[in-house]
């Protein structure tokens, strides 16, 4: 007779091998989420396109076509507890691409994605309103963790600063060298902009899972958030347009039908499903070391197959940091999570009953 350890130990390696081909899933559709970056990068840069008006257009086809997907109008009403706090998530969401697209033109892809990584400040913020006094200490070093990688981000540890063969191949032939230099010498003060964005990001999730309580119900509200968020930047669009120059508008690209294609459809809603997947099957919230980790691996992909100025020791120093300090800020939530996972075990029930962490990390 198989004693209740060990049978505990074959159903997790079953679930491990049952979650594999999610995890390979969770991993491309990572990769073509940043491939989007990449291509919305390398977009605005050749053409000097408004970063406002570039997203307003990529999210108004995604949001009608989450809105035939999900139907919010169908099914159980939604009340209005509901839809206002949804909508209020809808500005926040809007105010998040306005504010991550300006960090993305100005501090380059990497540092962009990587800050998003920064909503891990709220699992500080937890501990010291709702956590215990004696995990605080663990919480504060990994804030100060992630403040140092993000630190070494700016100072340009992931780029090489003195390749100059490197930089000839770039794939944005028409930017100068200037630009190679303007990156390399960002503070601190810069890095603000993509670091508040993914504060903002971590914040749109805690309020989307606060109010949706069920996985169909949380797909609906999010087609109802994504229609706010557009509605929201509607007129901002309007008047960057109207205000603005841009010289390179009437520039053909041959890649730009790929930069509005790619971004709405993989950097915004099959990143949604995507994550989804995550959260609900595999449990793995976005600010995480694992999603951190495939996160990285696809980004060093990107750097070089688009011969970037890129740094790989630098890089990894600044993700291991970054990691480390999401790793302490969530230690408390972390460890009531495996607390749940485990004694679900023991009763038999599998790990799709987990539950997940009040806020997000």
Not at 15 to 29: C, D, E, K, N, V
Not at 144 to 154: G, K, P, Q, W
Not at 210 to 234: E, I
Not at 267 to 289: C, K, Q, T
Request: overall charge positive.
């Amino acid at each position: 007779m198989m004693s209740p350890r060990q049978v505990s130990e074959d159903r997790g390696g079953s679930s491990q091998f049952r979650h594999t081909p999610l995890q390979i899933i969770h991993f491309i559709g990572n990769f073509m989420r940043i491939w989007s970056v990449y291509s919305m990068y390398r977009y605005l840069n050749q053409t000097g396109a408004p970063v406002i008006l570039f997203l307003f257009c990529c999210l108004v086809p995604a949001s009608i076509l989450f809105l035939i997907l999900q139907k919010p109008w169908k099914g159980r009403p939604l009340s209005n507890q509901q839809v206002v706090p949804s909508i209020i998530n809808g500005g926040i969401t809007a105010l998040y691409f306005i504010i991550w697209g300006k960090g993305l033109k100005s501090c380059g892809p990497v540092r962009a994605i990587l800050a998003e990584y920064s909503g891990a400040v709220l699992g500080v913020l937890s501990a010291v309103l709702y956590g215990r006094k004696g995990h605080l200490w663990k919480k504060v070093g990994g804030l100060i963790a992630m403040l140092a990688a993000f630190y070494l981000l700016a100072q340009g540890w992931a780029m090489h600063c003195c390749d100059c063969e490197l930089n000839l191949d770039l794939p944005l032939k028409d930017s100068p060298d200037d630009e190679v230099q303007t990156e390399q010498v960002l503070g601190m003060t810069e890095m603000v902009v993509p670091i508040f964005a993914g504060i903002l990001s971590a914040l749109r999730r805690v309020i989307a899972r606060r109010v949706s309580l069920k996985n169909q119900l949380k797909r609906r509200l999010h087609a109802v958030t994504l229609a706010s968020a557009t509605c929201f930047l509607f007129p901002v669009a309007m008047w960057n347009m109207i205000i603005g120059s841009p010289s390179g508008s009437s520039v053909e690209l041959p890649f730009s039908t790929w930069a509005f294609f790619s971004t709405s459809f993989f950097g915004v809603i099959l990143i949604f499903y995507v994550d989804s997947i995550a959260e609900e099957r595999l449990h793995m919230v976005f600010s995480s070391p694992r999603h951190l980790l495939a996160a990285g691996g696809c980004i060093i992909v990107m750097e070089i197959v688009y011969k970037m100025d890129f740094s790989l020791p630098g890089f990894l120093i600044c993700c291991l940091l970054l990691g480390f300090g999401i790793y302490e800020a969530t230690s408390l939530e972390r460890t009531r999570k495996d607390s749940f996972q485990n004694s679900d075990l023991s009763n038999g029930v599998l790990g799709d009953q987990i539950q997940m962490s009040s806020l997000p990390t």
